[in-house]
């Protein structure tokens, strides 16, 4: 994919003391066809049109339209494309497996170039569970976000465990304790736990439970996790660790979903202790079974060891350290190593 010389020396001419310019420049002549590159590359990897436009950002319409747009320029197709299912034809294949290190080495150059930027800036993609999104949000995130106006980011929430590199995500916020042992880890130092919570309503008609078994008799909030089974609470104490398959009228899979149904004093519900802190301190819930609800690893923020990170990748990693710093001291052996960028 090579500019017109004149081109190219014009933008040389104009910018030879201003790479950021330079790289701009190139940036905005290469970029149609640079995401038409990015929409085959992307479906042809995940299989699926609408898969693929979420992962990139756009529409269903607006890739598959830059796939047309890159096949009409090439004068073949590159998709078998059915109702059903989406795989690449022979040309396509041949086409995929040549241009795909090119597209990886023309990110990479960009990625060299916005490092030297002064300024953070661009968009940084987060992988991480719901309840680690929503842990990281009001002190992590949007702080960062005030203090980088310039930087986007897209923060991608999936209860399975995701490669982030094969997913195209600069980060990940993950347990300690799943984070893959080839990734560079940041302990955030935030206390974790899970509650057993109701509403003082519920607990006056239908008592407080003292131990786990005592849930049999009550109604409780099922949870139902990515996998598509039942989540059974689970307890520890003094060494002891027992997991309670509670049974009530609703199974959900998404936590202001179960807060509004204990909050109406639908049964007892499991929760983050994050989640639910309020409502606890304005007495709306009350926790029981306390003893029984240890503190859980603490979360990590990891990355895959970069050459070249750019200046909002350093800007969010430097903010993370400094924001956690002032946490509690981990426990050592689940900590994972820290090594600098």
Not at 87 to 94: D, P, R, V
């Amino acid at each position: 994919m090579r500019l017109p010389a004149k081109i190219a020396m014009d933008i040389w001419g104009d910018n030879q003391d201003n790479s950021g310019c330079f790289i701009t420049k190139i940036r905005t002549m290469l970029q149609s066809s640079l995401n038409e590159l990015d929409a085959v590359l992307m479906v042809a990897r995940l299989g699926k049109f609408r898969t693929a436009a979420l992962e990139l950002g756009v529409s269903t319409t607006a890739l598959s339209n830059a796939v047309r747009k890159l096949e009409r320029t090439l004068g073949i197709r590159l998709f078998n494309r059915t109702t059903r299912s989406v795989s690449l034809t022979e040309a396509g294949q041949q086409f995929v497996a040549q241009v795909a290190p090119a597209v990886r080495d023309i990110h990479e150059a960009m990625d060299v170039a916005r490092s030297r930027q002064a300024t953070a800036s661009g968009t940084l993609r987060i992988n991480a569970f719901p309840t680690a999104a929503r842990e990281i949000f009001s002190w992590l995130v949007l702080p960062f976000l005030r203090a980088h106006p310039q930087v986007h980011i897209d923060i991608v929430t999936e209860g399975r465990l995701v490669d982030i590199v094969a997913g195209g995500f600069d980060l990940g916020v993950r347990s300690a304790d799943l984070v893959p042992a080839d990734m560079i880890a940041l302990p955030l130092g935030v206390l974790r736990r899970n509650v057993v919570v109701g509403t003082p309503s519920y607990l006056k008609a239908h008592g407080t439970p003292l131990t786990p078994q005592d849930l049999t008799e009550h109604t409780c909030l099922r949870v139902r996790l990515p996998n598509g089974a039942i989540h059974r609470w689970p307890f520890e104490k003094d060494g002891q660790s027992v997991h309670i398959d509670v049974e009530g009228a609703i199974t959900l899979d998404e936590a202001s979903l179960a807060r509004t149904a204990v909050l109406a004093s639908v049964g007892l519900a499991l929760a983050m202790e994050s989640d639910v802190r309020d409502d606890i301190e304005a007495g709306r819930l009350v926790r029981v079974l306390e003893d029984w609800t240890p503190i859980l690893s603490p979360l990590s923020l990891y990355y895959p060891s970069r050459r070249n990170p750019t200046a909002a990748f350093k800007a969010f990693v430097d903010f993370a350290r400094r924001q956690s710093g002032a946490s509690i001291t981990l426990t050592p052996s689940i900590i994972t190593d820290i090594r600098p960028l």
